[in-house]
């Protein structure tokens, strides 16, 4: 689920993601131009950072800067987390662009 549109948001955009019990993302991604921050809302997630991983629990946010390849992989219990991104990258989402990652618990 994206607010960007309901939002009015041009640069600024939110995801709503949920992934099953020890789903992993089949592919990484990363964004030329945009930040984003991910905050896990329930349950826990590892995310690999471009070669390290990051273990996130309920409440934790992890900030991506520019250019920056990630991958998720849920918990035992599952994840659903929230995605928020600004900038302007041409060649992705607006909502989702990102350089290395900041973890904050």
């Given at each position: ?6 939002l009015g948001g041009k640069t600024l955009g939110l995801s709503l993601m949920t992934l ?32 390290e991983v990051v273990d996130l629990a309920e409440w934790d946010a992890i900030r991506f ?41």
């Open positions: 689920m994206t607010a960007r549109k309901a099953a019990p020890n789903f992993r993302m089949p592919f990484g991604h990363k964004h030329e131009a945009q930040e984003e921050v991910y905050v896990v809302l329930r349950g826990s997630a590892r995310v690999k950072v471009e070669d800067g520019t250019n920056t390849m990630r991958t998720v992989e849920a918990g035992p219990q599952g994840v659903e987390y929230l995605a928020f991104g600004a900038g302007d990258d041409p060649a992705t989402p607006r909502w989702s662009r990102t350089g290395g990652a900041t973890r904050s618990p």
